[in-house]
């Protein structure tokens, strides 16, 4: 018991900080195996993240290319974090259909995602729950697949974006909003106005 909390007090510095990376890719492995590339776009928010994957399966002969968007929650600090997401896949299928024996026609349809990540220095790691829905094509209509990804940080945070222009960004969101709530005030108060005056 003592070891774990020797190695936790030690882990602690490197845990809490801020996300450390804009951009990072490298290999996917379980019930498919591929190639991972991640994307943080702060134009969106700061912590919403664009995911591509190449990957083939493991137990049938199908490929697919997938584009996520997952946005990620910081657990503890934010190089430990959950995520979830969505996005489209396309693909291929040398699979033979035993009824018809000629092969599927490649998959294609929608993507959710949902896993853990966490970021030490240069190496990032995550756990995902990946359920494919095939809209056409493909050996089946539901795929679920789980990996775990090992990549590597190629661009660390504000390496790729502007921490200033992201400021901005989040102050034209911000005065947008207020923007908003105050038009909507003006419009609630001119409707009382002519209630209170038709009264």
Excluded: C
Aim: aromatic residues 8%.
């Amino acid at each position: 018991m003592k070891h774990w909390s020797v190695l936790l007090l030690l882990w602690l510095p490197a845990l809490v900080g801020a996300q450390s990376y804009d951009a990072a890719l490298g290999i996917r492995i379980g019930t498919e195996w591929g190639a991972t590339a991640q994307l943080r776009l702060p134009q969106i928010h700061k912590n919403f993240v664009v995911e591509s994957i190449i990957s083939s399966s493991i137990g049938t002969d199908e490929g697919t290319v997938t584009l996520l968007g997952k946005q990620h929650q910081p657990l503890l600090s934010r190089r430990l974090n959950l995520f979830y997401g969505a996005g489209l896949h396309a693909g291929w299928n040398n699979e033979i259909d035993t009824e018809t024996g000629e092969t599927f026609n490649g998959p294609k349809g929608l993507t959710g995602i949902v896993g853990l990540e966490a970021t030490v220095g240069k190496v990032n790691l995550s756990y995902d729950f990946k359920p494919a829905l095939n809209v056409s094509g493909g050996s089946s209509v539901l795929n679920t697949q789980t990996a775990v990804s090992v990549r590597y940080v190629i661009g660390k945070r504000n390496s790729l974006w502007n921490k200033d222009k992201e400021r901005e960004i989040k102050k034209r969101r911000r005065d947008k909003q207020r923007e908003k709530r105050r038009e909507e005030r003006e419009r609630a108060g001119k409707r009382w106005f002519q209630v209170w005056k038709k009264g």
